[in-house]
C-alpha cells in the first residue's frame, strides 16, 4: 500500500522546534550543524523495559567529540533520561539476555594493554551500574560484537589473517605480503582483487572476520570457532561485516544460539566486479559454512532469523552487478528449505529488516517518494502495509526495534531536524522519548520545506522539495542541489554534510529535485538513468528549476547557482559544458571528470560497467558519449571544486583535472583539497572549512551590488 502526497503540497519541516518567531532566533551556522548533538541508534532490553541509546556531543572550541551512553524506562511516559557513567569510553551497546548491558571499550584491561575489547555492567532501574567486567581477552581488536539469544555464545568481528585460526595471532602469522621491503613500496598480484577500497589501501591476507565463543559467567571462553571456516584450498575467503559499510546487521544468530547467518561476498580477482553476496549458516561444529543463496548471482543480505526459529527473511536484488537493484524481501522455511519471495509485487526496496518477539509480522523501511516510512508485513501471505506512526509526514524512520506488546522504538529525522527517538504503541502514531538536538533547534530561525512535482523528461512526474528560511521577506536567490548515487534521494531527511537548512539559513532558497534515476519511486524510475547520464536528468532538473521558479516568486532565479557531489560533482562538470548560461557560480565536489580515466581509477568497477553498458574496452561510445570533458570549449560558469585525497571511489585526480580545464579557459575557480578525508568530509574542523569555502563562493557570486 502506498501514499502518495498531493500535487505541489506545501508542508512544513515537522520536528521543527518550538514557536518562534524569525527575528528573535538566529539563522543557522555552520558551527551549530557541527556541533550539534547525535542521536545514535537505540538497544533494548529484552523484556522492552529499557533502552540505551548513544549521544554524540562536540566540543564548540576544540571540536572533539565524546559519546556518552543514556538509559531510558520505556514503561514511564514521563521518564527522564539517565546518563550511565562506565567508567571510561564506551560504544555499540548491547542488552544481553541475562540483563547485563554489553558494550566495546578500548580502556585498558587485565593485561595492562589498551586495546578494543567488550565490557559489561549490571543496569540498575535508575542508572547505576555495577563496576565494569572484562569480558573478552582477545589478542587483536575487537571492532564489533553479537550475543546469541539465548545468551550462551557471543561473537566477536574483527580485522583477522585469514589462515589465523584464532581471534589475532602473533605478529608475523600471516605476514603483510604485500611490503617485501627494503622499501616502504607496497606491491600488489593481480589475483588479489581489490588493492583500494573506499579510503584505505588493501593488507592482503587480512580481513574482517567473524569468531562465535562461548560465553560463561560473563566471561568469553575457548578459542572461538570462525564462521568462515578452516583456512585451505576451497575456503570462503571474504569480508565479515562486509566492506566499506556493513556492520551488526550481517551477523545474525539462531534463536537458540546453534549457530550464526552471515552475509559474504568471495575476495579474490572478480570482486571489483562482483555484487554477489551471499548468506551463509555456521552451525559452530568446525565445518566449512554452507552457502544457502548460491543460486542467485546478485546481492544477498539483512539475514533475519525469526525469534521462533522457524524462518528465515533476508533481502536480495535479482541482478548480478547491480548495486541500486530493488532489494526483495525472500523468506525460507528452515525445516523445509522452501524459499519464496515474500514482496516481490511490492515495487520498494527495502533498506532494513525484523522481526516482532512475537514472530507474527516483519517490519521493515522503505523509500517511498520524499519519505523512509515504516512497514509491516505478513510472513504468510507477503502483504504490505504503511505503518502511519508520525502525524503529517513520516519523513526518514530508521532503526527500527520491534518490542512486545505491539510497540516499536524508532528514530525519526527530516529535513527539519536531526534524529530523535519515539515509541510506538499498538501500531499507532509514535511519541517522542528524546529532544537530544531539540533545545538547540529551539535557538535556531525556523525554515519551511514545500514538496513540489512537475512533468519531467518523458512525461514523467518527478518530485522536488524548496526548504527556505521561514517567514524570511525579500526574495531569495537560488541554489539547486543535485544528489549523488546516482541511484539516491535528497528525501526528507537530516544530513550532517550537505544540509538544505544551513543553506538555506544563509538567505537561500535550497531546490533538490529527485530527477530520473532517483530511489523512492519505483524500479523502472531507478532504472531510467542507465547509460543516460547526462539526458533524462539533466532535463528532470531544467524542468524541475523552472517549475519551482514558477511555483514560488520569492525565489530569485535571476541569481542562482548549483552545486552536487559525486554524480551530482558529474552533473556540475555536466551542466559547466550543457547549460552554460544559467547559474552564476557551481560548486563541484568529487565530481567525474574524464569517463574514461574514470574507469580506469577507481575500484569498485561494477558501478560503471553497469551504468554504461560494459567496460570501457566494451563500451567506449557509450562513456564518451556522457564524458563532460569533451565540452570544456563551453565552460565559464565560475566552478569551485572539492575533493579529498583519500577519495578512491572518485579519485582526487578528477578534480585537479576539472580544475585544469577552469584554469587554461581562464575562468574564475577555486580548488579545495583535503589530505585526510575520503569521498566525504567528516572531521569537523574539516566541515567548518567546506561550508566557510562553500559559503564565501555563493555569496561572492550571488551577493547584491
Known sequence: MIRIAGFAASLAALTMAAPALAHET????????????????????????????????????????????????LADADAEAVALDLGGAAGSPAFGPDGWLYFLSDRAGADGEERSRVWRVAVGPAGAVSAPEQVTQAAADVTGFAISPDGGKIALFGDIARDCPT??????????????GPGDGMLYDAADGFVRHWDTWETPGIFARVFAFDLVDGKASGQGVPLDGPAGADALVGDTPTRPFGGGEDVAWAPDGSGVYFAARRSDASEPTSTNVDIWWNDLSGAPPVNLTADNAATDTLPAPSPDGRWLAWAAMARPGYESDRLVI??????????????????????????????????????DVLDTPAYRIDPATGQVEELDLMAGNEAHIGNVV??????????????????????????QQAM????????????????????FSFAGAGGATV?????????????????????GGPQGSFNDSWSTRWNPRVVASRGYAVISVDFHGSTGYGQAFTDAINRDWGGKPLEDLQKGLAAALALDPQIDGTRA???????????????????????????????????????????????????????????????????????VDKWKTPMLVVTG?????????????????????????????????????????????????????????????
Open 330 to 367: 525472500h523468506l525460507r522455511d528452515l525445516a523445509s528449505g522452501e524459499t519464496r519471495a515474500l514482496t516481490q509485487d511490492f515495487d520498494r526496496s527495502f533498506g532494513s529488516l525484523a522481526w516482532t518477539p512475537d514472530s507474527r509480522w516483519l517490519v521493515a523501511t522503505a523509500q
Open 432 to 451: 517522542p522519548l528524546t529532544e537530544v538536538a531539540g533545545r538547540h533547534l529551539g535557538r535556531l530561525a525556523p525554515i519551511v520545506t514545500r514538496r
Open 167 to 180: 581471534f589475532g595471532c602473533a605478529p608475523d602469522a600471516g605476514g603483510a605480503t604485500h611490503l617485501p
Open 645 to 705: 585525497q583519500k577519495d578512491f571511489r572518485v579519485p582526487y585526480t578528477q578534480a585537479l583535472g576539472a580544475f585544469t580545464a577552469l584554469q587554461e579557459r581562464g575562468v574564475p575557480a577555486q580548488l579545495l583539497v583535503f589530505p585526510g578525508e575520503n569521498h566525504w568530509v567528516l572531521g569537523a574542523k574539516n566541515s567548518l572549512q567546506w561550508h566557510e569555502t562553500v559559503f564565501a563562493w555563493l555569496d561572492r557570486w550571488l551577493g547584491e551590488e
Open 561 to 631: 547557482c548549483a552545486m552536487g557531489a559525486s554524480y551530482g560533482g558529474y552533473m556540475m562538470n555536466w551542466i559547466a559544458g550543457q547549460w552554460p548560461d544559467r547559474f552564476d557560480c557551481l560548486v563541484q565536489h568529487d565530481g567525474l571528470f574524464d569517463m574514461r580515466s574514470f574507469y580506469y581509477t577507481t575500484e569498485e568497477l561494477w558501478f560503471p560497467r553497469w551504468d554504461f553498458g560494459g567496460s570501457y574496452a566494451a563500451n567506449p561510445e557509450l562513456y564518451e558519449k556522457w564524458n563532460p570533458v569533451h565540452h
Open 463 to 483: 518530485w522536488g522539495q524548496i526548504t527556505k528560511l521561514d517567514g524570511r521577506d525579500g526574495p531569495m536567490p537560488a541554489i539547486l542541489y543535485v544528489h
Open 26 to 73: 538566529a539563522p543557522m551556522t555552520a558551527q551549530d550543524l557541527v556541533t550539534m548533538p547525535r542521536l545514535g541508534a537505540p538497544v533494548a532490553s529484552n523484556d522492552g523495559r529499557y533502552a540505551v541509546y548513544p549521544v554524540t556531543r562536540t566540543d564548540p572550541d576544540s571540536h572533539a567529540r565524546t559519546v556518552q551512553l543514556y538509559l531510558r524506562d
Open 402 to 427: 520491534p518490542l512486545s506488546g505491539e510497540r516499536l522504538l524508532f528514530t525519526r529525522d527530516s529535513i527539519g531536524a536531526p534524529p530523535e527517538l519515539f515509541l510506538s504503541q499498538g501500531w
